[in-house]
Nanobody, 126 residues
Framework: VQLQASGGGLVQAGDSLRLSCAAS????????IGWFRQAPGKEREFVSA????????SYADSVKGRFTISRDNNKNTAFLHMNSLRPADSAVYYC????????????????????WGQGTQVTVSS
């Protein structure tokens, strides 16, 4: 599966953005989708993930209550809705796909993800 992330930009603190992750192929629903981010000089970190069918989600504590992950399997697209953005949220955001079985726990480690998009820059000014 090939992934393309989009929707990043330059916003002010408190603003919102919606990131999209468009996937190619007909097997999108076989993959859990995760969002990760990497700020300059820092390691890539988990942000959020969603199960194959979209019924289960996981969030990093730093974004819980502010970010919402969703997916539309009919459109092969996943989304990350980001509200109340903070300067600390500034990073390159990557979407990734993990081939999982239906009942498997949602993976939150980057090593569990097989396919990665190219990343989209989010910059939040104070």
């Amino acid at each position: 599966v090939q992934l393309q992330a989009s929707g990043g930009g330059l916003v002010q603190a408190g603003d919102s953005l919606r990131l999209s992750c468009a996937a190619s192929g007909r097997t999108f629903s076989l993959y859990a989708i995760g969002w990760f981010r990497q700020a300059p000089g820092k390691e890539r970190e988990f942000v959020s993930a969603i199960s194959r069918g979209g019924g289960r989600t996981s969030y990093a504590d730093s974004v819980k209550g502010r970010f919402t992950i969703s997916r539309d399997n009919n459109k092969n697209t996943a989304f990350l809705h980001m509200n109340s953005l903070r300067p600390a949220d500034s990073a390159v955001y990557y979407c990734a796909a993990s081939r999982t079985i239906q009942s498997a726990p949602i993976p939150t480690d980057s090593g569990s993800y097989n396919y990665w998009g190219q990343g989209t820059q989010v910059t939040v000014s104070s």
